[in-house]
């Protein structure tokens, strides 16, 4: 054995960095909790300015000790346990999650195969069929998997769809010129076209239904939309539903879309990456009202579930349709080709090698039980509703839609007198000093074809003064 290989393997050097960087993780998330701390959500630093810091440390001499690698990646990275980081909708991790992930990182079992990913392929199978039951599903009946995230959550699913629904095998043959195609409302998220792209269904293979006032799926214009997808030799292969959508936040009426679903004899997936996370909130999980009817599910456990990145639970109605995305052969991972294996995963993923991610769920609710996820998203929810009402009670701003149905609020600051384009920059510019400052940080988008500032409560820590601090920052910050 080399000198080097025995001194990066050595346990007791792995120990000692292990509890440092334990230390240094605890005392900023201890300093991100206390009142009056000063830790930023974000240091800003231009790309460039970055990448020429770490170009300087690349080209300096080796430092046998990670610890201050690990202390400069802290500092110049964006906060997200930060109560005041209320931006996109990314997971704020809990500690027993990230030991998981890390028990997870360093044991690394393969998870495509049973003989790799043992106890996290039977942990997988124990937490996909206890989700679909709190979707409402029959658990023995239903099934799925854990996928790297929602875009390749949706794109499985959809997959699965057209392998289903559609007569010709569409996986053997292709699609024959053909033209078939999803509906979504135009407040999809965007790896619904993509996926609907990269199944080379082209422009068209993504149906835009119009949204209401409220940019929830207008459900009146949902047989319009089949028509005209039929006149034009299109066949519909099913119908996503939003739980809820990125932009605005906005929950599609499921229980209506799959009336029309059944109908029509169409798939129906629900795209609740987000949103699905309120099927443990007692008080917001009647927002789901007919989710168990999908025949597809997709959630986001890395969103609003305190899980790190990428854990997407891909769940279906009939879990024999599991089975028929992929019908490849592959001698050197499982005897059985054509078997029903649920223990080898690989049969049904996108992925082959993928990362134990019932590690992090299970240690959680293990740990806490399912209450930690009531409690947490109730907040949050609760809180973007607090806030919104601040916003419209202010008198300065203007909103979408006044309540919002999820933790997302999108406004921007507003008067009567100013044109189109200067509350266009206006706003920008708010959010431009905002995230140079670093204090807070909050995100943007487009709404019909206006620049909103965009807030989405991920934290449960995020207070009702904290909001109010933000507002008189969006205000100070107003050119
Ligand atoms: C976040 C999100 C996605 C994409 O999920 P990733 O895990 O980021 O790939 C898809 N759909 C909706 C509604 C989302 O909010």
């Known amino acids: 054995m080399t000198e080097l290989l025995k001194k990066a393997y050595d346990s007791e050097t792995f120990r000692q960095q292990g509890h440092e960087l334990i230390n240094l993780l605890a ?17 800003w630093t231009t790309p460039e300015d970055l990448l020429k810091k770490w170009k300087e440390d690349d080209a300096a001499a080796l430092e046998p000790n990670p610890i201050p690698f690990f202390e400069s990646i802290l500092e110049d990275t964006i906060h997200m346990h930060h109560p005041k980081y209320v931006g996109h909708q990314t997971s704020n991790v809990l500690p027993v999650a990230a030991l998981a992930e890390l028990l997870g990182g360093f044991l690394d079992p393969g998870m495509g195969i049973y003989e790799q990913g043992t106890s996290g392929v039977a942990l997988e199978r124990l937490l996909i069929k206890k989700l679909a039951a709190s979707f409402g599903m029959d658990p023995n009946e239903a099934d799925g998997f854990f996928s790297s995230g929602g875009t ?22 292709g699609l024959e010129g053909k033209k078939y195609a999803f509906i979504a409302s135009e407040e999809a998220h965007f790896s619904c076209d993509r996926a609907t792209r990269v199944m080379g269904l082209g422009k068209d293979g993504l149906i835009k ?75 917001y999980k009647h927002m789901l009202a007919g989710i168990a009817r999908a025949d597809s599910i997709i959630m986001d456990y890395h969103k609003m579930l305190m899980v790190p990145t990428l854990v997407t639970a891909v769940l279906f109605k009939n879990g024999d349709h599991s089975y028929q995305t992929f019908a490849q052969k592959a001698s050197y991972l499982w005897d059985n ?34 209450q930690i996820f009531d409690e947490s998203v109730t907040r949050v929810y609760d809180m973007a509703k607090v806030f919104s009402k601040m916003l419209v009670s202010n008198g300065n701003f203007q909103l979408p839609v006044a309540i919002p149905d999820s933790n997302i609020v999108c406004f921007r600051y507003f008067e009567e007198e100013l044109s189109e384009e200067e509350l266009d920059s206006i706003n920008i510019a708010i959010r431009q000093q905002i995230k140079e400052e670093g204090a807070f940080y909050i995100v943007q988008t487009r709404i019909r074809g206006k620049y909103f500032l965009r807030v989405t409560v991920m934290n449960p820590f995020t207070t009702e003064k904290i909001m109010e601090q ?5 205000i100070s910050s107003k050119p």
């Not at 078997?339 to 293990?366: C, D, H, P, V």
């Not at 933000?470 to 969006?474: A, H, M, V």
Request: some cysteine; glycine content about 6%.
């Open 27 to 43: 005392d900023y998330l201890k300093s991100v909790h206390s009142e009056g701390d000063k830790t930023k959500v974000l240091n």
């Open 337 to 370: 080709q054509e078997g029903q294996e649920w223990f080898n995963l690989a049969k049904r993923t996108f992925e082959l090698t993928k990362t134990s991610m019932s590690f992090r769920i299970y240690a959680i609710l293990k740990t806490y039980g399912q």
């Open 470 to 474: 933000l507002i008189d920052k969006i």
């Open 152 to 173: 390749l959550g949706n794109l499985t699913a959809l997959l699965c769809a057209r392998q289903v629904m559609i007569e010709k095998d569409v996986w053997e043959y």
């Open 209 to 283: 239904a119009p949204v209401n006032e409220k940019f929830q799926l207008d459900i009146s214009r949902l047989e319009e939309c089949y028509q005209n997808a039929l006149e034009k030799g299109i066949q519909v292969i099913g119908v996503i539903a939003n739980a809820c959508s990125t932009a605005v936040g906005a929950q599609d009426p499921i229980d209506e879309i799959a009336d029309f679903c059944e109908a029509k004899k169409l798939w129906l997936h629900v795209d609740a990456a987000h949103g699905g996370c309120v099927v443990y909130s007692e008080k």
